[in-house]
């Protein structure tokens, strides 16, 4: 009996850590080997019980015009391909099937308008989470509100893009890094 | 020493009713007894330190600490699993009769568990659901209870599945059934049988059977997508459940408190039956035609009512089907009130108050035979919570109702004052 325990004691271990094994290797395959893309985004700040405080991401492009709404009502995940229109990513096409010879994220059907034509599929993309130091990310929202009214400031994601796989590799307003420029601001307000 | 009659040792030996010999071997008794039992205190303290420092990492690890770079965060990530699987291993060959070992370094693991898989969707951007979060930390904790025979990581893994299911079910838009709770409510019987089998006088057995009944009640209106009404009577099956496991033998023969599905069965079964004893529930269920076909169709139904009737009579070859509490017929006695309903809703409203009142006396007679205050008045509460129900919905003169009042309050009185004085008589006669 000691000895059943003993092996199922070294698979518990083995599958406790195979799990977040996977997750590390597979984010580090796309983040590098897979294709960047940057998406004009707006965050907000929201937390989790567990993970901490995070913003959410809205982005731009999670939308696309479809000829007949009811093809996609019951589709719960479909298949974005992506193009790089002036160095921001743009949907090229969404398809309920894997894409092949062109960059693709997996993603979720948020909704879909019926009201009138044309009708829009709504996506929700697996990288809307971007995850801060617990006193950077309601500023950060903040921040990232003041740049979206000054129209010389762009917020954007950078996504790392492989086999439909997505690895969100950092948050820019305007080429630097949000946590740079809440640092900032905090070291700023601090010296005050 | 903390035992009264050992502080009245001395006392009984001077008024000679025991000699000082019998004394001696009293003490003997009960300081074998202290020795051999697991202390408590040591338990009870060693799961809230596992607890609190656990709780307490997940919560430093969710600071996300930016002057740390990827690879030194991970490492802090996944040190605490490591910590955890490497004191279980001590604990599992070197220590493995010690109860607040066991138990305190199971909690550990299973909360070091969630961190580690927290920290690495942090460092990643790993979007994920909370209750996926919560069914793979669970799945992945469960052989805790097993390997480590750990009552309190079971204890935990019934509450994050039923947080899991209560995710899935109510708290995410668009709702879904979470059917893997199920499943994942399977994996933690065998232990709850194991305590049954060999520590069902334990105290972790009588929180298993609170938290499981619990549980159970609150997840199971996730098969709200049927219509509000079958919901209703799904939920009778599953309390007539309860008050049936809640008469096995061991269960029924510890008190009363510790007896979780006994009470959440009977509390549940009343509770419904006096929200079905007004008319709108009846009227309802018979003017929607569709109910006949849709309830054919209600498998969540006919399968908890399949259970009810196999554990029924599972306890009746077992008992006796009389000497069964009579609340455990309930969910044959609604069934046959919803096929009443589709002629007459009326007659079904007026059945379920003479049932309901039915019930009510047999709490009270029981509570007689069995000589139990409680019980007895709680019969009486069902009534006086009929009668109250009544006062909203029934066309009756303020007088009547006044009486009825007093009818019940004056039976109070009487009830519990001729129990004093039965047992006083029964103390007396005995003397």
């Known amino acids: 009996m000691k000895k059943i325990l003993l092996l199922l004691f070294a698979l518990m271990c083995l599958a406790q850590w195979y799990v977040p094994g996977m997750m590390i290797y597979d984010q580090e395959q796309v983040l590098n080997e897979g294709k960047v893309y940057k998406f004009k985004t707006r965050p907000i700040d929201p937390s989790d019980p567990f993970r901490g405080k995070y913003i959410t991401l809205n982005f731009e492009e999670d939308h696309i015009n479809v000829t007949d709404f009811k ?11 992506l193009r ?109 | 020493m903390s035992k009264p009659i050992l502080k009245d040792l001395h006392e009984l030996v001077e008024a000679t009713l025991i000699t000082e010999e019998t004394a001696q071997k009293i003490r003997v008794y009960y300081n074998q007894k202290e020795a051999q039992a697991p202390n408590r205190l040591v ?93 793979l930390w669970m799945l992945l904790a469960f052989p805790v209870i097993y390997v480590m025979q750990s009552s309190f990581a079971s204890l ?14 109510y708290f995410n838009y668009p709702n879904e059934t979470a059917w893997w709770y199920w499943g994942l409510l399977l994996l933690a019987l065998p232990h709850y049988y194991l305590l049954y089998t060999k520590r069902s006088n334990s105290n972790f057995f009588a929180f298993h059977s609170w938290f499981i009944a619990a549980s159970v009640t609150t997840v199971l209106g996730m098969f709200g997508n049927w219509l509000e ?52 529930f009846w009227v309802e269920l018979s003017e929607g035609r569709e109910y006949r076909p849709e309830l054919m169709d209600a498998y969540p139904y006919w399968i908890t009512f399949g259970l009810a009737i196999a554990l029924l009579i599972w306890s009746g070859i077992k008992k006796s089907f009389l000497s069964l509490n009579v609340k455990s017929y309930g ?60 006062f909203f919905d029934v066309d009756m003169s303020f007088v009547v109702r006044g009486l009825l009042f007093v009818a019940v309050g004056v039976g109070f009185f009487a009830a519990n004052a001729w129990m004093v004085r039965k047992r006083k008589t029964e103390l007396n006669s005995n003397v």
């Not at chain 1, 093809?71 to 391909?81: A, I, L, M, Q, T």
């Not at chain 2, 979007?127 to 979060?133: K, P, S």
């Not at chain 2, 019934?158 to 947080?163: D, P, Q, S, V």
């Not at chain 2, 919901?231 to 510790?258: A, M, P």
């Open chain 2, 331 to 390: 969910f044959i006695i609604v069934l046959l009130l919803v096929f009443i309903s589709f002629q007459s809703p009326q007659l079904a409203r007026i059945l379920t108050n003479i049932i309901l009142f039915a019930f009510g006396i047999f709490t009270i007679r029981d509570g007689a035979q069995q000589n139990r205050l409680s019980l007895l008045n709680y019969g009486l509460l069902i009534l006086t919570a009929l009668i109250i129900c009544r």
């Open chain 1, 71 to 81: 093809e996609w009502e019951n589709v719960s995940d479909v298949y974005v391909s």
């Open chain 2, 156 to 169: 935990l893994y019934i509450l994050g599945i039923t947080w899991y299911a209560c995710e899935l079910s």
């Open chain 2, 229 to 280: 009404e079958i919901t209703v009577i799904t939920y009778i099956n599953v309390f007539c459940v309860f008050i049936l496991i809640g008469q096995v033998e061991k269960i029924y023969q510890r008190r009363l408190i510790t007896n979780g599905f006994l009470i959440a069965g009977s509390l549940g079964l009343i509770s419904i039956l006096l929200f079905l004893s007004f008319e709108e």
């Open chain 1, 84 to 192: 790089d229109s002036a160095g921001y990513a743009r949907i090229n096409s969404v398809s309920m099937y894997e894409p092949e010879g062109i960059d693709y994220i997996k993603a979720r059907v948020q909704s879909v308008d019926s009201y009138d034509a044309p009708y829009t599929l709504w996506i929700a993309y697996p990288f809307e989470r971007f995850y801060l130091e617990e006193s950077k990310a309601a500023e950060a929202e903040r921040v990232s509100w003041q740049a979206r009214t000054d129209s010389t400031q762009v917020t954007y994601a950078v996504v790392s893009v492989r086999d439909g796989k997505a690895g969100l590799k950092d948050v820019m307003i305007n080429d630097r890094s949000i946590a740079d420029v809440v640092s900032e601001i905090n070291q700023a307000q601090s010296s005050d």
């Open chain 2, 43 to 135: 338990i009870v303290f060693g799961i809230l330190g596992a607890l609190l420092v656990g709780l307490g990492i997940i919560l430093i690890i969710a600071h996300n600490w930016d002057t740390l770079g990827k690879v030194p965060k991970l490492a802090i990530a996944l040190l605490p699993m490591l910590v955890g699987q490497a004191v279980c291993g001590f604990v599992f060959l070197k220590k493995r009769d010690h109860t607040a070992w066991r138990e305190s370094s199971a909690a550990f693991l299973f909360l070091s568990i969630a961190a580690s898989i927290s920290i690495v969707s942090q460092v990643y951007n790993i979007e994920g659901t909370l209750h996926g979060f919560l069914f």
